[in-house]
């Protein structure tokens, strides 16, 4: 996601941060096994974005559940007052950098929020 705000990008927490990561914010509620907090190189832990406990338990990373996943987790991020952190991050950031702990790249919250805040930018651009 481009435009008047920050670049999105989202990427492995178990990946080495890299100073082109700019804002590094973990978006995970419980903390990544094996991974020291120095390791992390978080700017923020912004658990309160993360999926409820219950519907992270009734997902639990399946992906025949990812549409019903991906239809429940945007129905609670409009509800959920830490969409505006991350809007103010993404406004005071030339690029913010959603860290998560899943293995696959594409079945994650991160990539459900990047795409959700991204459509939202894209309907402010419309109005």
């Known amino acids: 996601m481009t435009?008047?705000?920050g670049e999105l990008r989202i990427k492995r927490v178990y990946q080495?941060?890299?100073p082109t990561d700019g804002c590094r914010v973990l978006v995970d509620r419980l903390w990544?096994?094996?991974?020291?907090k120095p390791a992390a190189a978080l700017?923020?832990?912004?658990k309160e974005i993360?999926?409820?406990?219950?519907?992270?338990?009734w997902w639990n990373h399946d992906p025949?559940?990812?549409d019903e996943f991906t239809a429940r987790y945007r129905a609670e991020l409009d509800h959920n007052p830490a969409v505006g952190t991350l809007r103010d991050l993404l406004s005071q950031h030339e690029r913010v950098t959603?860290?998560?702990?899943?293995?696959d790249p594409r079945i994650n919250q991160a990539a459900v929020l990047q795409q959700y805040l991204t459509d939202q930018s894209e309907d402010a651009h419309r109005t």
Do not use: C, F, N, V
């Open 32 to 36: 990544p096994r094996g991974i020291s």
């Open 50 to 57: 993360a999926p409820s406990p219950e519907l992270r338990t």
């Open 3 to 5: 435009g008047s705000t």
């Open 16 to 18: 080495p941060a890299a």
């Open 98 to 103: 959603l860290l998560y702990g899943a293995k």
């Open 43 to 46: 700017d923020l832990w912004l």
């Open 64 to 66: 025949d559940r990812l």
